[in-house]
T-cell receptor, first 115, second 113 residues
Framework: DAGVIQSPRHEVTEMGQEVTLRCKPI?????LFWYRQTMMRGLELLIY????????DSGMPEDRFSAKMPNASFSTLKIQPSEPRDSAVYFC?????????????FGPGTRLTVL | DQQVKQNSPSLSVQEGRISILNCDYT??????FLWYKKYPAEGPTFLIS?????DKNEDGRFTVFLNKSAKHLSLHIVPSQPGDSAVYFC????????????FGTGTRLKVLA
């Protein structure tokens, strides 16, 4: 199994530009999570989906952030417009269904730099 | 407000000795706790977990202890190896019945050869 796949691995953009981060969860997993890692706050959950439906988006910082999961094998996190304070590493994670374990499997992350 | 706290940002331990990483939490409703390990440029990987109905769980060199009255958990690594050098995150599952995790800020462990 390839594990959780994220693209791009690195993204450098200028303030005001739109940024789209992509994630492919592990096949057969039905929960998907987007996290942001910063030095000050550690790993923060932004949003999670269950069976492609957003369950909890209380961690999304503001309206500039949006996430979609059009099907079981793909999700996007979009920031529009981006700001320098959005610079962080963004992780996607997935988890198998109700009979699976409690652990989440993380992708390698996307390092976003907004200039 | 941080509900899961790792107050030591870093820890250095000699190879072969015990590493103890600590984690404190504020919410008594947390029912499941996990530890993740993270190497540079990689995503976190699951290490070990414990249910709130237990006070200890062991897996090889790794043991997690839970003290519910103190709202404290710790990860013991014995013996420590240079390959254990990484950032360790503790996480708590909340609310019960969901798979939403609240993570701490991490502790960077350095095992000296």
């Amino acid at each position: 199994d390839a594990g959780v796949i994220q693209s791009p691995r690195h993204e450098v953009t200028e303030m005001g530009q739109e940024v789209t981060l992509r994630c492919k969860p592990i096949s057969g997993h039905n929960s998907l999570f987007w996290y942001r890692q910063t030095m000050m706050r550690g790993l923060e959950l932004l949003i999670y989906f269950n069976n492609n439906v957003p369950i909890d988006d209380s961690g999304m910082p503001e309206d500039r952030f949006s996430a979609k999961m059009p099907n079981a094998s793909f999700s996007t996190l979009k920031i529009q417009p981006s700001e320098p304070r959005d610079s962080a590493v963004y992780f996607c994670a997935s988890r198998s269904g109700p009979r699976g374990g409690n652990e989440q499997f993380f992708g390698p992350g996307t390092r976003l730099t907004v200039l | 407000d941080q509900q899961v706290k790792q107050n030591s940002p870093s820890l250095s331990v000699q190879e072969g000795r015990i590493s103890i990483l600590n984690c404190d939490y504020t919410n008594s409703m947390f029912d499941y706790f996990l530890w993740y390990k993270k190497y540079p440029a990689e995503g976190p990987t699951f290490l070990i977990s414990i249910s709130s109905i237990k006070d200890k769980n062991e897996d090889g060199r790794f043991t997690v202890f839970l003290n519910k009255s103190a709202k404290h958990l710790s990860l013991h690594i014995v013996p420590s190896q240079p390959g254990d050098s990484a950032v360790y995150f503790c996480a708590a599952k909340h609310p019960p019945g969901t798979y939403k995790y609240i993570f701490g800020t991490g502790t960077r462990l350095k095992v000296l050869a």
